[in-house]
């Protein structure tokens, strides 16, 4: 026999860690239909006849976000088997707020008492025994971070799922409101409605949702049954809520045992103290930033001269891929040069772009669900709240922009948490101006071609500064005249601090770095095969001219000569109000759309020109036999072959070589034009797998298409800006 | 008076709330009803951290100043 089992309860309950426990890694991640919300579904790793659904975490269930809606159209529409409902033992009061709401709908339910460790080491009693004779359903008291008292829940909740055991009715409201209930569950039996109780109470709270899902003749009757009792204009949504706290309070007093009477300060108040403290709260703010970074980005970790774990794993995976591409590159070296092209030079390297950021999503990931799962992000929320006010967000906002200095794709997937709309709108666009991992290596290129006497760390640091100013601005601008609504409440549960176990933080991390990979993955490979396409040929590949011209019969064409280059030319003359009107350039911005370290690799292509196996030797001669072999010369002698290579992979860049792309300065001349190019490849659309990312959170096209406008008018106007204005003093 | 008034350490219980319905309905959700005690344990200038019902909640100072006490 097959059961389906929901988990339901607060969020910051221990619910997801009850999902990983009973699931293990037999889980299944996707999407509610319509809306932006986890949707998670395991098989209970030890009955596979059991399916278990986590719903979302919420307070209640009333219909006023996405997340309680589904909850409670799942429990009430779908029907599981039985629902788990997680109480935190340590805020009881509170989660039993949702418990009656629970059992109100009448679905089988098992009350899985969670935390029972930290209850017991505050010298608290929770009676489970009482709790189950009071409310008529089974109560098993558990420790979900250590799975003690699972199986016990497991087999209480198969047996209630068996019985179809429907909870008995509470004696929650007094007598004039369960009156007043009674008449209205009247009504709709007569109107032949299902769940008359539970839809009765509803439509005495005022729930939209279920009024409109009701005749209005019936939905008129209802709300005379309640004016009969209560008088016009009464609130019984608040009589409703408050009765329902007061059966809890009395429920608690004879359940409940408090060790001590009276709030006393705990652990996480201490740390509240310090953490969220009105003086030292940013800087310890910043100290926590600045250790994320260097575990991810940093080649200096902590000052150490070590890579940090993220540069680190990405070196191993780099160089693992690297001899999986030799050895593909060997297998297909008889085919045609067309076949080993898009192969090697498009496949692989298509693919290695995605695995070469995995490492660094991956740590960045795993430190953020560290921060979440202790409780210290739901801080800095709160901290920062009134900076982030200021600009038209919330607190909340911050998330998914730090995510944005890594990669845009988690950036814009971290929106989802965010409660207000306009807050997500608007966050999702701000994000793709962040300086992502990729658009790191354009700076370093102009940086060190075009700024060679200049301060480079300052150039460079420049942009930074850039990005954050103009996100504010358009934050301020979008709040005046797109998203008009007003600033939005912030309010949320400062959850205790816990330090997560290992296994809730890599799987944490693991769920996302996989949507990621899969997702974006798709986009980016499927991309990199266009462009590659785009710049490897040109009419002549098929009529025959190219194989007929070229010594081994290849049909591709230099990208010269090359669709790309037509692109180039076409678009090449929006740019000239920005300094960089010329062909070359403008593949540059098309290819970093794809993805926006492929401007770096396309200038290196575009250029290739200057760059002969002369000047090459040249180059290289300037360094001494142990240099080279640092460099990637095998065993530390000059190898033309390797050169060209290694080459454009990074000495040009790090060194800095005003001679390096001579003709790269006959394209943008001034230094203003330069820097108005980094600007606008920073702020512009950001690549095809954000932008894939930023139609799932904003759900349409047009939304989406909205979105991009916005990057692409202020990436043009402020570069414009720059070109201008730095024209005259640069 | 606001709830926004009390000082840290204070206690006091709840009266009503000035604001959206939406607003009001989540303040319930999280405990927030008349009658109920709720202490500050916090501030800063992002806004108050209160101890309603044995959980923190931190809420913004505009939001706490349409909570009125008694």
Known sequence: MSYTIALAGNPNCGKTTLFNDLTGSRQRVGNWPGVTVDK?????KKDKGINIMDLPGTYSLSPYSAEEIIARDYIVKEKPDAVIDIVDGTSIERNLYLTLQIL?????????????DEVEARGDKIGAEKLSEIFGVP?????????????????????????????????????????????????LDDAGETDSQWKAIKLLENDENIA?????????????????????????????????????????????????????????????????????????????????????NSENFLFLGINSPGIWLAGIVESIWGWLTDLVAGLVGGASPWVYSLVVDGIMEGLGAILGFIPLVLVLY??????????????????????????????????????????????????????????????????????????????????STLFVDSNQTLVTYSLYIFSIVVAIIVSLLLNKFVYKDGASNFIMELPQYRIPTLKSILIHGWEKVKGFAV?????????????????????????GTNAAESEDGSVMCEMNDSFMA??????????KPLGFGEWRPAVGVVTGWIAKENVVVTFAQLYDEDVTDEYLEEYFAQYSSEELEELGFEDGEYDAEAAGDIYSEGVLFEGGDENALPHMKDDIKTKAAAYAYMVFNLLCMPCFAAVGAMKRELKTWKETGKAVAVQMVTAYVVALLVNVVGGLFL | ??????????????????????????????????????????ENPSGMILLVKGVRIALNRGLASRIMVV
């Open chain 1, 566 to 575: 037509s692109i180039g030319n076409v678009i090449a003359p929006i740019f």
């Open chain 1, 366 to 447: 795993i430190l953020i669900s560290f921060l979440e799962d202790c409780g210290y992000m739901a801080r800095i929320a709160f901290v920062l709240d009134r900076i982030f006010r200021r600009f038209g967000l919330s607190g909340r906002s911050f998330i998914p922009l730090l995510q944005g200095f890594g990669c845009s794709v988690p950036a814009v997937m971290a929106t989802r948490t965010l409660e207000s709309e306009k807050d997500r709108k608007i966050t999702t666009i701000l994000a793709g101006f962040m300086p992502c991992g990729a658009k790191l290596p354009i700076f370093a290129l102009f940086v």
């Open chain 1, 519 to 543: 997702k974006a993955g798709t986009v980016i490979f499927v991309s990199t095969i266009l462009i590659w396409f785009l710049s490897g040929f040109n009419f002549d590949s098929f009529n």
């Open chain 1, 139 to 187: 109560v098993v008291p558990i420790v979900a971070r250590n799975g003690k008292g699972i199986l016990e829940l497991m087999a209480e909740a198969v047996e209630v799922a068996k019985g179809k055991k429907t909870p008995k009715k509470l004696p929650v409201f007094d007598e004039k409101l369960q009156g007043t209930i009674d008449d209205a569950k009247k009504l």
């Open chain 1, 212 to 296: 409109g899902q009701v005749t209005e003749e019936l939905k008129k009757r209802v709300g005379e049954v309640a004016e009969k009792a209560y008088g016009s204009g009464a609130d019984l949504e608040a009589a409703v809520a408050d009765q329902r706290y007061q059966y809890i309070a009395k429920v608690v007093k004879d359940a409940v045992k408090k060790g001590t009477t009276g709030h006393v300060e705990t652990k996480s108040d201490k740390l509240d103290k310090i953490l969220t403290n009105r003086i030292l709260a940013l800087p310890i703010f910043a100290v926590v930033m600045y250790l994320l970074f260097a575990c991810t």
């Open chain 1, 40 to 44: 998670k579904e395991g098989t209970y």
């Open chain 2, 1 to 42: 008076m606001a709830l926004a008034m009390m000082e840290v350490g204070e206690t006091r219980e709840i009266k009503e709330f000035h604001g959206k319905e939406e607003v009001k309905r989540h303040l319930q959700d999280l405990g927030f009803v008349k009658g109920e005690r709720v202490q500050v344990i916090g």
């Open chain 1, 104 to 116: 109100e709908t009448g679905v089988p339910t098992v009350i899985a008492l969670n935390m029972m």
